[in-house]
């Protein structure tokens, strides 16, 4: 079993950041695509970035409803995967949770095998 830690979420107003971590190893982010899902009371799981393995050139994608106000990155030194959210919504309230799929990037939940515990994020004013 793999093991992914997220931390950082909390309560912000909208129009604040936040920034999210996802604690790794180096092996995870040299072979696996890690992506970032979040899951809202009454709502489906849903795909909101994405960030591929070392060895596959660590491309990037993003849902279009976090286009532009979302951007993730990894720093190999601290084996860490991040999500910098700016511009925050009500709608991105969500416990988000980050994951490993051993093959590219997709949305789907389904593909990813390795899951962290979560962390609540809450926009309100």
Request: glycine share 12%; proline share 2%; charged share 20%.
């Amino acid at each position: 079993q793999l093991q992914l830690v997220e931390s950082g979420g909390g309560l912000v107003q909208p129009g604040g950041s936040l920034r999210l971590s996802c604690a790794a190893s180096a092996f995870i982010l040299e072979h696996a695509a890690i992506g970032w899902f979040r899951q809202a009371p009454g709502k489906e799981r849903e795909g909101v970035s994405c960030i591929n393995s070392d060895r596959s050139g660590s491309g990037t994608n993003y849902a279009d409803s976090v286009k532009g106000r979302f951007a993730i990155s990894k720093d190999n030194a601290k084996n860490t995967v991040y999500l910098q959210m700016n511009g925050l919504k009500p709608e991105d309230t969500a416990v988000y949770y980050c994951a490993a799929n051993w093959r590219l990037c997709t949305s789907r939940a389904t593909d990813f095998g390795s899951w962290g515990q979560g962390t609540q994020v809450t926009v309100s004013s």
